[in-house]
């Protein structure tokens, strides 16, 4: 089993940044995907970036690209989400998930990963 545990959440102005990380326990395969989603009060969960393990490759929503970095340390199994020029509208929980056995298609999508952590909280406002 795959167990998540995220940290770095808090209270940020806008304009400011925060790092977010995803401490990995647990197997992975070759074909792990790690996404970080995120769900706002009243609406659904989205997508907002992923990584492939084994190759480093990353996806991003287009609302956060050049402004968000997904990353991982693979001596201490982390994955990490650096957001910056962060706006009103990234205020979310936002959740770190696994999916074993990922395609280019499947990453895309939050009911294909089986594992999540508890969620943090990410509040931009002024």
């Known amino acids: 089993q795959v167990q998540l545990v995220e940290s770095g959440g808090g209270l940020v102005q806008p304009g400011g940044s925060l790092r977010l990380s995803c401490a990995v326990s647990?197997?992975?395969?070759?074909?792990?995907?790690m996404g970080w989603f995120r769900q706002a009060p009243g609406k659904e969960r989205e997508f907002v970036a992923a990584l492939i393990w084994s190759s480093s490759n990353t996806y991003y929503r287009d609302s956060v690209k050049g402004r968000f970095i997904i990353s991982r340390d693979n001596a201490n199994n982390t994955v990490f989400l650096e957001m910056n020029s962060l706006k009103f509208d990234d205020t979310a929980v936002y959740y770190c998930?696994?999916?074993?056995?990922?395609?280019?298609?499947?990453?895309?999508?939050?009911?294909?990963?089986?594992?999540w952590g508890q969620g943090t909280q990410v509040t931009v406002s002024s």
């Open positions: 998930a696994a999916q074993l056995a990922s395609t280019t298609q499947s990453i895309w999508n939050f009911r294909m990963y089986a594992y």
């Open positions: 647990g197997r992975t395969f070759r074909n792990t995907a």
